[in-house]
Structures are given as structure tokens and as C-alpha cells.
């Protein structure tokens, strides 16, 4: 999977894109043939325990671009570009290089089309993000500024990225835009009309509980099996079934 493979399945096929953080559900990834997963800084929330994606640091999500590198040998492998890590072009660069020697193909970037450009020119593959950017939002909501969220994308598109993320975007306006740009578009919570949709690998196993978006659907209830597992091993070591003699 290359960018211009991504590029060229708008309009063919829907792109699947999760977050992943770890080596092992990376080999699985690979395995089950998902187009591009995404070391998303979400990493801080649902892995790392942290208040706020604003705690993630370049050397968090490097460590875990490695992970799911080794994990994932041929995947195209994206990366968060964590806050405050692309507050100038200069620093961007600097921290765009470290998490594409940790393993990354490409870097994602929540809104700065100035420093998209620059990261571009610099040789980077990025991909943008519009809507609602966790990293500087007060709080989720739904964007709906057609004309606003157009000219953002296509600045993302002229700056060189080769996909753009929609977060939390009204599904009509996402499918203007997605119908406006050459680029394809990767949806969350922004309706069925994006090129691809990118979930949260935690959220659609059911091992998030802190917090459910409306727009995620479950696909598994993991966290269930995990209880049953452990409440089954506590039971055995209490009773002595386990380890047999
Ligand atoms: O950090 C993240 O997981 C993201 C998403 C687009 C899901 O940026």
C-alpha cells in the first residue's frame, strides 16, 4: 500500500482505517487486510490512562509506532503528530522524522495547512485533519460550516496531503466536500459518504468504557471476555484447580 494506491481507491472501494497501538493486534490488522492503521494519539486516552491527548508525547507514540511496525511489516502504517509536537515547521519536521524512523509511512497533522505544505515539502506523506480536532477543541460537536470546512480541505489538498480525516462532520457536508476534493476522505462520525471511515480499535472491541461516542458501533464486547477469564483463573488458584498437581 503505497499513497497513490490510496489515492487512486476513491471512488472504487470504501478504505478501512483503525488505530492501533500495539504489536499484537497489529499482526491481526495486517493479517484481516485493513488499508491503513492509524497510531492515533488516542493512545492516550485508551491505552496510556492519560486525562487528555494533550499528554501524549512524540516519544509515546514512537514507542508504539515501533510496536505496530513489528507487527505489521507491510501495512501502511500512519502516525499521530501529537500536540504541540507541529507548533513550528522547523520543530514538525524535527518530530515527523522521528515517528517515520520509528516506523511510520506517513504522519496525520489536526488542521495547519501551513505546516502540511512545509512537511510535504520536506518529503513527508501526510494526511490532514478537519472538523473537530480533539488536540485544541474545547468539546465534540458537529461541524457544519460547509463553505469553512472547504476551504480547510482544500488548502490540506493543495498543501499535498493524500487523505483527509473528517471528524464529527454533518454527513451532507462531508459529502460535498468529499465530492469536491480528489483526494479521499476518511469519515468519523461524518456519515456514510466519505471515501473510508477510521474507528477507534478499543471502542469497536468494547475495551473503552471511560467514554462511547454516539457515532461508534461495537463490534465485539471484550472486556466481558476478560472479566469471565480472569474471574475464572481467580476462581482456580483459590480452589487449587490450577496449576493441576
Ligand atoms: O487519535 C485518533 O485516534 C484519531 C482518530 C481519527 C480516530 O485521530
Do not use: W
Amino acid at each position: 500500500m503505497t499513497t497513490l494506491d490510496i489515492k487512486s481507491m476513491k471512488g472504487r472501494e470504501a478504505i478501512t482505517v483503525l488505530t492501533c497501538y500495539d504489536y499484537s493486534t497489529a499482526r491481526i490488522l495486517e493479517e484481516m487486510g485493513i488499508d491503513i492503521i492509524l497510531v492515533g494519539d488516542s493512545l492516550g486516552n485508551v491505552v496510556l490512562g492519560y486525562e487528555s491527548t494533550k499528554d501524549v508525547t512524540v516519544n509515546d507514540i514512537v514507542r508504539h509506532t515501533g510496536a505496530v511496525r513489528r507487527g505489521a511489516v507491510s501495512s501502511f502504517v500512519v502516525s499521530d503528530m501529537p500536540y504541540s509536537s507541529d507548533s513550528s515547521k522547523e520543530l514538525a519536521v524535527r518530530n515527523a522524522n522521528l515517528l517515520v524512523d520509528g516506523g511510520a509511512d506517513a504522519v496525520k497533522v489536526e488542521g495547519k495547512p501551513e505546516i502540511c505544505k512545509y512537511l510535504v515539502q520536506s518529503g513527508m506523506a501526510v494526511m490532514g485533519h478537519i472538523g473537530h480536532l480533539p488536540q485544541t477543541a474545547e468539546k465534540p460537536s458537529i461541524h457544519k460550516d460547509f463553505e469553512k470546512l472547504l476551504k480547510e480541505a482544500e488548502m490540506l489538498q493543495a498543501a499535498g496531503c493524500f487523505a483527509i480525516v473528517m471528524e464529527m462532520v454533518d454527513r451532507d457536508v462531508a459529502r460535498k466536500i468529499t465530492d469536491f476534493l480528489d483526494i479521499p476522505t476518511i469519515g468519523i462520525g461524518a456519515g456514510p459518504y466519505c471515501d473510508g471511515q477510521v474507528l477507534v480499535i478499543n471502542d469497536i472491541l468494547g475495551m473503552y468504557e471511560d467514554f462511547k461516542p454516539k457515532f461508534v458501533k461495537q463490534y465485539a464486547h471484550v472486556n466481558d471476555e476478560i472479566r469471565k477469564a480472569v474471574k475464572a483463573y481467580k476462581k482456580d488458584v483459590r480452589s487449587g484447580s490450577f496449576p493441576g498437581l
